[in-house]
């Protein structure tokens, strides 16, 4: 109780964000009872506010405490369920703006995103009597008239809306789900020629800054940067990644630098610690501790506005804000409640952000450095300042990657080996980047000196390129392919704060915890090595065009696909991959489908199964493959003479590539009670 009395602000604010979590995870299936949900919400509110009452009349703290943390999860989850309408939105289907093409209007409301072949763009939509709104996500073929869309706009386009939806890959990720927690529910293509402009609107503040910061890039331009160092300043210092090449991104993913890439908590920090030192002549004036506070809060929120406003750059902001009003009120505030605070805004403000993998992974971090930094800092210390200096580094880095690993390997299945190389290098290159790009804006109104400040930016973003790229190429550097669920995640974090109990209090009982939750860790894992040894079954992909066939055996595959596919390292990590990580596929042998192993019957083990191609299928090809009963999946094209004579001599199972259209689809559904089409999603048979 004592150790909680220094962190008044988490007491109440924990128990908040824990409602929060438990409504957005469930509201999915409690939505349709949103209205008894919030009114047993209220009546739960009522009560323990009485309860409180009681409890202060009658001196009893313990209970006080344990009614407002009630109270506060209350709270939370209803504010995560009154949103509920902005998570699964009901306006486009309900108001009858989902069908076949129709004219729409839509308003731009973030900045397009120009991509190799298309042109993202987020906008609400109507219909023209603007009687029913929501969010879409819109894809318009790449021309010269999409790549002029910008934040604000409002046009008429014709299209087809649809709802997304996952695939159904096991293991993939929940596309679906990450883009309800945006407010999006529907998507749509646009053709070229199918929309026009209605008006520009009136992009305001944001739009301003939208323009701003393309003004800003073009200095980058005039200066002299271009392809990869154009990009990394892009994203370094103004938060543009649209540019950012794929495979520099996977270097710096692999050197565990991507988060220089990403204008976060570290980028904010060196602007305020600029900003602070170029304001502290302010704090010998009167009042010029507060002017200088206003005028803080005022640049980081400028500068988080010129970088897209993006989640991450936000809850720096507001982070860095509180401890800003903390210094001018002469309080040396606690973090932990500073952080509490911040938190509490941002939810309050947007409930589903708790939701989004960066807002989870910052926190962690500064958590860390705040936590284990200082006893890793301790261990050592050294009369040289430069070696103390990268000591100091090396601890932040390692506090932060012990923070963040567990929450790293659920989302990413991935480990940087080097990340303290890395970070040690990248850290403080990131801030020479950012105090040069912003010395760039500055002198940029006379041509020498902006050509000079572009030499020296791009020889420095030069370096740490080829660094990064270094560092990943080592053998070894990242350790990739694992696996961990939720439940894991939770237990090696509950090992850490396990360990770190016992090293700072020495209790008996932490280290009894550690040793409880270790062995049942190890347990779950030679469990499922056993399962993984023992697995036999063939598994059908759902790949939009493709077919996509694995057939597992222990911790080996057979997978057979095009070439093309197969080759696509993006689209094997996005659609197959995840299931071998969580399988524990070691040996992976690739078949291509070709004329060999379309048409004719393949073993596996006891069982028959068949890829057929019928459009190809030359005269004095057996019809009857199999002989027996079997698997058959078909692609390409459909002969419905050749069906009617696999049907009668006993195929137990049809499945069909989702390459076909809906109709297709549907005939063989009312064709054959067996029949199985794979845009339901991959079909496991055992």
């Not at 159904?168 to 990450?178: D, I």
């Not at 419905?640 to 006993?650: C, E, P, Q, R």
């Amino acid at each position: 109780m004592k150790v909680w009395n220094s962190f008044p602000m988490l007491r109440i604010i924990l128990p908040f964000l824990l409602g929060v979590v438990v409504s957005a995870f469930s509201v999915e299936w409690i939505i349709w009872k949103e209205g008894a949900i919030q009114f047993v919400s209220c009546t739960l509110i009522a009560v323990f506010t009485i309860f409180c009452m009681i409890a202060i009349l009658h001196r009893k703290q313990h209970h006080f405490g344990w009614a407002l943390s009630v109270i506060m999860f209350t709270l939370g989850s209803g504010l995560a369920l009154s949103v509920s309408q902005n998570v699964y939105p009901d306006g486009i289907s309900s108001g009858g703006l989902v069908g076949e093409s129709l004219e729409y209007l839509i308003e731009v409301i973030e900045e397009p995103q120009v991509k190799d072949n298309s042109v993202k763009v987020v906008a609400t939509v109507s219909d023209l009597n603007v009687e029913h709104t929501g969010k879409v996500l819109f894809y318009f073929n790449k021309d010269s008239t999409s790549e002029r869309i910008k934040y604000g706009q409002q046009l008429l386009v014709s299209a087809v809306l649809h709802e997304v939806e996952n695939l159904g890959n096991p293991n993939e990720f929940n596309y679906k789900r990450y883009l309800r927690f945006h407010g999006i529910s529907h998507r749509a293509h646009i053709k070229s020629g199918a929309f026009k402009l209605l008006a520009n609107g009136n992009p305001g503040l944001r739009g301003w800054m939208y323009d701003l910061r393309s003004q800003l890039i073009q200095k980058f331009r005039d200066s002299g940067l271009e392809d990869e160092e154009l990009s990394v300043a892009s994203a370094l210092i103004l938060g543009y990644r649209t540019e950012l090449d794929r495979e520099l991104m996977s270097a710096y993913a692999g050197a565990g630098a991507t988060h220089v890439l990403a204008v976060s908590g570290l980028h904010v920090g060196i602007v305020y610690v600029i900003l602070n030192t170029l304001l502290k002549f302010l704090d010998r004036r009167k009042y010029g501790r507060f002017i200088k506070t206003l005028l803080l809060i005022f640049a980081l929120f400028g500068y988080a506005g010129l970088t897209g406003l993006s989640a991450s750059v936000f809850r720096a902001a507001t982070m860095f804000t509180f401890v800003a009003i903390g210094k001018a009120f002469s309080r040396d505030t606690n973090i932990f409640n500073t952080l509490g605070v911040s938190a509490f805004v941002l939810v309050a403000i947007d409930p589903m952000i708790i939701m989004q993998v960066g807002f989870q992974l910052s926190y962690l971090a500064v958590i860390g450095i705040v936590l284990i930094q200082p006893m890793l800092f301790n261990l050592w210390a050294s009369e040289n300042r430069y070696l103390d200096w990268a000591w100091s580094i090396t601890c932040v880095s390692i506090a932060a990657q012990i923070a963040t690993a567990p929450l790293g390997l659920l989302y990413f299945h991935q480990f940087p080996n080097l990340f303290l190389v890395s970070n040690l290098l990248v850290i403080p290159a990131a801030a020479v980047i950012l105090y040069l790009g912003f010395a760039l804006f500055v002198f940029s109104f006379w041509k020498p000196t902006l050509l000079y400040f572009g030499f020296l930016l791009k020889t420095v973003i030069s370096s740490l390129n080829q660094i990064v790229v270094w560092i990943e190429q080592i053998p070894y550097s990242v350790l990739s392919g694992i696996d961990i669920s939720t439940v894991e995640s939770l237990m090696i974090y509950a090992i850490i704060a396990g360990v770190l109990v016992f090293i700072v209090h020495k209790q008996r009982l932490a280290f009894y915890s550690i040793l409880v939750v270790g062995i049942v860790f190890m347990a779950m894992q030679c469990l499922e090595v056993y399962e993984q040894q023992n697995q036999k079954f063939l598994t059908v992909y759902n790949v939009r065009g493709e077919t996509a066939v694995a057939l597992f055996n222990g911790t080996d595959v057979t997978f057979m696909s095009s070439t093309e596919f197969y080759e696509n390292e993006q689209a094997m990590l996005f659609h197959v991959r995840h299931h071998w990580w969580r399988l524990g596929i070691e040996n992976e042998r690739f078949i291509p489908l070709n004329a060999e192993t379309n048409n004719r019957s393949l073993g596996f083990g006891d069982d028959q199964f068949a890829i057929l191609d019928l459009g190809k299928q030359e005269n004095g090809v057996e019809v009857n493959i199999l002989g027996n009963d079997g698997l058959v999946v078909i692609l390409n094209s459909i002969d419905w003479n050749l069906i009617d004579k696999l049907s009668s001599d006993s195929v137990s199972d049809f499945v069909v590539s989702n390459r076909f259209g809906p109709r297709v689809t549907q005939k063989l559904k009312d064709y054959r009670s067996t029949t199985f089409v794979a845009e339901q999603g991959a079909l496991i048979f055992r």
